[in-house]
């Protein structure tokens, strides 16, 4: 088995199926099985190992799970029989926050956590795109954002699981809010949605709420960091784009057209290119029917930055 120290880089290596690589590396045999109130478990003897997960687990639990009991065998602490996977995700066990640990990493290692959670603050979509290239859930992704935070230069950070109007449990380090706070928070950042809701928390602290809403299960999740003001208030890419699309393009649809199928025809041709270089050859393409349009002003250019960011 690999020793805690090799995780991340065995994470990044194998980004994003460092648990079933693992599995297939180390001949550890996975079965389904139907025991109910027991998510996941592991079993050595001689020398097999065996690890089984719950059969009606979703696939994002099945995965978390998975890295979870992986987290146990690379730790040596011994699985326990009867864990959920509610318990495993929450649980306050000094043990268990290691195995989790583990099992964040094993999933989401901080080479690629940085690439969607590395511009601050981290709002809704980044988590959202964290977890869909992490193939987690957006919980998933946000707990582990939660654990990073000196990595990622936040000052705090907590989690809030909601399920419908009840707190289901709520996760940080070092955070702690009260219930009403977080229902506030929550009510206050769905109204502004998909943008961040702000507020100052002193003179040079800012707490930034994001709400990633999952209507088929009826859950949502509350990601709440604080941050130093300066980069508090800072628009994310997202915000910026929708900030422009309001401002400018809104009430002319036929120019919105226009630029969506401009930029479509032009992902084709940006497939490895750099960031840079392709904002490049997006300009010597298109500078002469753009230049007189809201396009070619800073904020416009800007505007294609990032849409050209996206499509990369
Ligand atoms: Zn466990």
Same mark, same amino acid.
């Given at each position: 088995?690999?020793?805690?120290?090799? *995780?991340?880089?065995?994470?990044?290596?194998?980004?994003?199926?460092?648990?079933?690589?693992?599995?297939?590396?180390?001949?550890?045999?996975?079965?389904?099985?139907?025991?109910?109130?027991?998510?996941?478990?592991?079993?050595?003897?001689?020398?097999?190992?065996?690890?089984?997960?719950?059969?009606?687990?979703?696939?994002? @639990?099945?995965?978390?799970?998975?890295?979870?009991?992986?987290?146990?065998?690379?730790?040596?602490?011994?699985?326990?029989?009867?864990?959920?996977?509610?318990?495993?995700?929450?649980?306050?066990?000094?043990?268990?926050?290691?195995?989790?640990?583990?099992?964040?990493?094993?999933?989401?290692?901080?080479?690629?956590?940085?690439?969607?959670?590395?511009?601050?603050?981290?709002?809704?979509?980044?988590?959202?795109?964290?977890?869909?290239?992490?193939?987690?859930?957006?919980?998933?992704?946000?707990?582990?954002?939660?654990?990073?935070?000196? @990595?990622?230069?936040?000052?705090?950070?907590?989690? *809030?699981?909601?399920?419908?109007?009840?707190?289901?449990?709520?996760?940080?380090?070092?955070?702690?809010?009260?219930?009403?706070?977080?229902?506030?928070?929550?009510?206050?950042? @769905?109204?502004?949605?998909?943008?961040?809701?702000?507020?100052?928390?002193?003179?040079?602290?800012?707490?930034?709420?994001?709400?990633?809403?999952?209507?088929?299960?009826?859950?949502?999740?509350?990601?709440?960091?604080?941050?130093?003001?300066?980069?508090?208030?800072?628009?994310?890419?997202?915000?910026?784009?929708?900030?422009?699309?309001?401002?400018?393009?809104?009430?002319?649809?036929?120019?919105?057209?226009?630029?969506?199928?401009?930029?479509?025809?032009?992902?084709?041709?940006?497939?490895?290119?750099?960031?840079?270089?392709?904002?490049?050859?997006?300009?010597?393409?298109?500078?002469?029917?753009? @230049?007189?349009?809201?396009?070619?002003?800073?904020?416009?250019?800007?505007?294609?930055?990032?849409?050209?960011?996206?499509?990369?």
């Amino acid at each position: 088995m690999i020793s805690f120290d090799d *995780v991340e880089s065995y994470a990044a290596t194998h980004f994003p199926a460092a648990p079933e690589q693992l599995v297939k590396d180390f001949g550890i045999e996975v079965r389904a099985s139907n025991t109910p109130g027991c998510d996941g478990w592991c079993l050595q003897y001689d020398d097999r190992t065996i690890i089984r997960l719950n059969g009606e687990l979703t696939r994002h @639990q099945r995965r978390f799970t998975l890295a979870h009991e992986l987290g146990h065998l690379i730790l040596g602490i011994p699985s326990m029989f009867g864990e959920s996977f509610e318990d495993m995700l929450s649980s306050d066990s000094d043990e268990e926050r290691r195995v989790n640990e583990v099992a964040s990493c094993l999933l989401m290692p901080l080479t690629e956590v940085r690439k969607d959670a590395g511009r601050l603050p981290v709002v809704a979509a980044a988590l959202k795109r964290l977890a869909k290239r992490a193939k987690v859930s957006e919980l998933a992704a946000a707990v582990r954002v939660c654990n990073l935070t000196e @990595q990622l230069g936040l000052l705090n950070a907590s989690v *809030v699981a909601f399920s419908g109007d009840e707190i289901r449990w709520q996760w940080s380090r070092t955070l702690r809010m009260s219930e009403q706070t977080a229902f506030d928070l929550r009510q206050e950042a @769905q109204a502004i949605s998909p943008d961040a809701f702000r507020a100052d928390h002193n003179e040079s602290q800012t707490v930034v709420a994001s709400v990633l809403e999952n209507p088929f299960f009826g859950t949502s999740t509350l990601f709440v960091q604080l941050l130093p003001s300066e980069q508090g208030n800072q628009l994310s890419i997202e915000e910026r784009r929708a900030a422009f699309e309001r401002m400018q393009l809104r009430d002319d649809d036929a120019f919105r057209n226009q630029l969506s199928g401009i930029l479509g025809a032009f992902k084709a041709k940006c497939v490895g290119l750099s960031h840079d270089e392709a904002v490049r050859l997006f300009w010597e393409k298109n500078e002469a029917r753009l @230049q007189s349009t809201c396009i070619n002003t800073d904020e416009g250019r800007d505007y294609i930055k990032i849409r050209i960011g996206q499509l990369l």
